[in-house]
């Protein structure tokens, strides 16, 4: 492994591991419903991390003072800073593309109907009300304890910030290991489904498994490729959850207008649905470009690196 330093052999040695013997295996179950007690480790996860980052904050280890802040610079993490830089508009954007992300959630609605039993639309309304809610207030929570404990330096992945030498941090990377571990296999599904489904049609079984190795050995190496995740998920968000959310429903909506221009009502849904493109698109460039100055190049935004 010539120049690959040893840390890198290790984290490459990780994926390849976690991605052969966790996540395929589940990628290749045939039913969503199989997944379910993934779910709920995930969230069992989420849930560790949310009541770590708010004991943290409570217990001062990382203030000035505190048992872990001398760490942080002795291994050159970035140390807590408030009232240094002032409120940047450009970060704000940044959030925004990152908080984005929750727009993937509507690939599931389809898989998630089918799989629900009694299925009415009352119970599926309030089954992704509360899915919705308990996850706005858990990712609220390690949002917010995060950010009041690190201030300005606080980084994409939050867990990044604290010290290694925390042993509940060092439990709670596991918990973030488990949630993804336990979602990754839903998401993935729903995206080879759709993707088999928009360009080949209904498949057999196995082609549906060839796609799902061909996928998960693209996951793997954009995985081994990119090792900065908050940069990943601002892009992410920016690129693919605008169009999801704003550009592609737009263009339907301008398309339907179109062939029915002598209707009133579908003049002002064309009207609507020209906003909401070029709104969608501007918020696809912005975001964009700040999430790479951000990451790649903080100097221009005048950031720190």
Request: proline share 4%.
């Amino acid at each position: 492994h010539g120049g690959v330093p040893p840390i890198q052999q290790l984290r490459s040695l990780c994926l390849g591991s976690l991605a052969l013997c966790v996540l395929l295996p589940l990628a290749l179950q045939r039913s969503l419903t199989a997944l379910g007690p993934c779910s709920i480790v995930g969230v069992a996860g989420i849930v560790y991390v949310a009541v770590f980052a708010a004991y943290r904050y409570f217990d001062g280890s990382y203030a000035p003072g505190g048992t872990f802040y001398g760490d942080l610079k002795a291994v050159h993490k970035p140390m807590p800073s408030f009232d240094q830089y002032g409120m940047k508009w450009t970060g704000c954007l940044v959030f925004l593309s990152i908080a984005c992300m929750a727009m993937f959630a509507h690939a599931v609605a389809p898989e998630l109907w089918r799989g629900l039993e009694n299925v009415t639309p009352r119970r599926y309304g309030l089954h992704c009300a509360l899915g919705f809610g308990v996850s706005f207030l858990l990712i609220g929570a390690v949002t917010v304890f995060g950010f009041i404990t690190f201030g300005g330096t606080t980084q994409g992945l939050i867990l990044n910030n604290y010290s290694t030498s925390d042993a509940l941090a060092t439990i709670a990377r596991g918990g973030v290991l488990l949630s993804l571990s336990g979602s990754f296999p839903i998401v993935f599904s729903i995206t080879r489904n759709s993707i088999l489904e928009w360009v080949w049609g209904k498949v057999s079984q196995r082609a549906t498994d060839i796609a799902t190795l061909v996928l998960m050995a693209v996951v793997v190496l954009v995985a081994l490729l990119c090792d900065n995740l908050g940069l990943f998920v601002a892009l992410a968000g920016a690129v693919f959850c605008n169009s999801i959310a704003y550009i592609i429903p737009a263009l339907l909506m301008i398309n339907h207008a179109k062939k029915n221009e002598a209707e009133c009502t579908n003049r002002l849904e064309l009207s609507v649905g020209c906003f909401y493109l070029v709104f969608g698109t501007v918020g696809l460039l912005l975001g964009t470009v700040l999430s790479l100055l951000t990451y790649l190049w903080p100097a221009v935004l005048g950031l720190s690196k």
